[in-house]
């Protein structure tokens, strides 16, 4: 059974500092998603990993992925307010799509 | 751009009732999903489907039907809405396949009361 656990669950940090949200699923699988979801609001799509070694980058934002280590992490660079909100990995299983628990972070000023 | 649309929003409904929730795209996609978020849970997969009239059982099916009539239109029922279905529903969906980016609906806040 595919399982995505992410961590830490609440991450409250202030602006300007750095910091990793992890992704770690269980079985193989070379595709993995990140969303962002602002309160009240539905699941923005960040980025998709295709494949081993993949890294993708937006603005204070990079994600990567290590498909032997089943591992995906989330860099945020010098946090600002903006980027408070719930961020959530899903990986892709034969026509499923199992998603994380969701990472809700809060940035103070 | 996808749209993915969920016409109700927010509803209150009584238990007992049978709740249609009903859920249209825009980009002639293939597959189709209803998830249910629960705070601490994460996203739940229902029900999806991957073809016209096709479906296939979740992670959390008990409770729930869906139909699937035109390519397009994706409907999650609850023959009898009870408490613990309160919740949000948020509807999605992608390219045929495995694997592609799923794209979701605004999401459909319910209250059982």
């Known amino acids: 059974e595919l399982k995505v656990e992410q961590n830490p669950l609440f991450l409250s940090m202030q602006e300007g500092k750095n910091y990793t949200i992890y992704c770690n699923y269980s079985?193989?699988?070379?595709?993995l998603y990140w969303y962002r979801q602002d309160p009240g609001k539905s699941l923005e799509s960040l980025f998709v990993?295709?494949?081993?070694?993949a890294v993708k980058q937006e603005g204070r934002l990079m994600a990567s992925l290590d498909t032997k280590a089943r591992l995906s992490t989330l860099h945020i660079t010098a946090a600002v307010h903006d980027l408070s909100a719930t961020y959530f990995c899903a990986v892709a299983g034969t026509y499923k799509y199992i998603f994380g628990t969701g990472t809700r972070l809060k940035v103070l000023a | 751009d996808v749209k993915v649309t969920q016409s109700s929003r927010y509803l209150v409904k009584r238990t007992g009732e049978k709740v249609f929730l009903e859920c249209v795209q825009d980009m002639d996609h293939e597959n189709m999903f209803w998830y249910r978020q629960d705070p601490g849970l994460g996203l739940r997969l229902i029900y999806f489907s991957y073809d016209v009239k096709m479906k296939e059982k979740g992670d959390i099916p008990e409770g729930y039907s869906v139909s699937r009539e035109k390519k397009e239109r994706f409907s999650l029922i609850l023959e009898s809405a009870s408490t613990n279905q309160t919740s949000m529903y948020l509807c999605?969906?992608?390219?045929?396949?495995?694997?592609?980016?799923?794209?979701f609906g605004e999401g459909s806040w319910l209250t059982v009361v």
């Open positions: 079985t193989t699988s070379d595709r």
């Open positions: 990993l295709l494949s081993n070694g």
């Open positions: 999605a969906s992608s390219q045929g396949g495995s694997g592609n980016t799923i794209y």
